[in-house]
C-alpha cells in the first residue's frame, strides 16, 4: 500500500518513512458503483483519496436538476474543503465505477498538514487550480455556446488524464455524452451533434480499444484560438 501511496500525487514527495507514517492513519474502504459517499450540506468529517475507481462531484439546482462539477479519477481526492473551512459540504460525491477509497478522519487529516508542509502545500496548489477550473467552467457555460463548451472540455479532459501515443495524439477515457451534458449544462443530443461534427473533421476518433477514444489536440487548439 505504501507503494500506491508514492504514486498519489498528494504523497509524491515523501520518503518511505513518511509514507509508512500516513498509511497508519487511513481506512481503506470498497465502494460499490453509484454509491453516495458525501452528501451535499452534511458536516466534513473525513478526506478521500481516490486508490481505484472514479466519482463525480454534483450539487442540485432548485428545479432539481443534477449539476455536475468535476469528474475525479484515481490519484485525486476530495472532501478537503469542510475540513479546511469547518462548513457543510458543499457538495454531492457519488462514485461512477466500483472503487477503492482511502479515508483520512479529520483530526489525523490536521495533525497530517501540522507535520508534513510539503503535503499542505499541494493540498493547497490542487484546491486553487479546482476552484479555477470551476469558475472558468461556469463562465464558460454562461457565455459560450455547446460546441465552444465541448471544445474547451475536451482540452482540459485530455490535458489531466490523457497520455499522448506515437503520432502525437492524446489517449483518454472519456466520460459518457450524458456525463458531459451535465456538465455543460446541456442536453445529451446536443453534445452528441456537436461531438459527431468533431468525429466528421477527424478531431476526436474511437480507438481499438474498447471505451478509449483519441483527441487531435493540435487541431483542438487550433479550434480554440480561432474563437478568440
Known sequence: MQEILK???LFSELDAGELASIYKLITINDVAKKTVVLHEGEEGGSLFIIIEGSVK????APDGREIVLSLLEEGAYFGEMSLLDK???SATVS???NSKLAQI????FERLLLKQPKVALKLLAETVNRLRRTSQLLERVSTMDVPHRLYFYLK???DRFGKVDSDGVIIVKLPTHQMIADQLSTSRETISRA???LKKEGIIGKTDNPGESKIDMDALETLLQAIY
Open 7 to 9: 504514486h498519489i500525487p
Open 57 to 60: 462531484i454534483s450539487y442540485y
Open 87 to 89: 462548513q457543510p459540504r
Open 95 to 97: 462514485t461512477l465505477t
Open 105 to 108: 478522519r479529520s483530526v489525523n
Open 156 to 158: 482540459d479532459f485530455g
Open 195 to 197: 461531438a459527431s461534427a
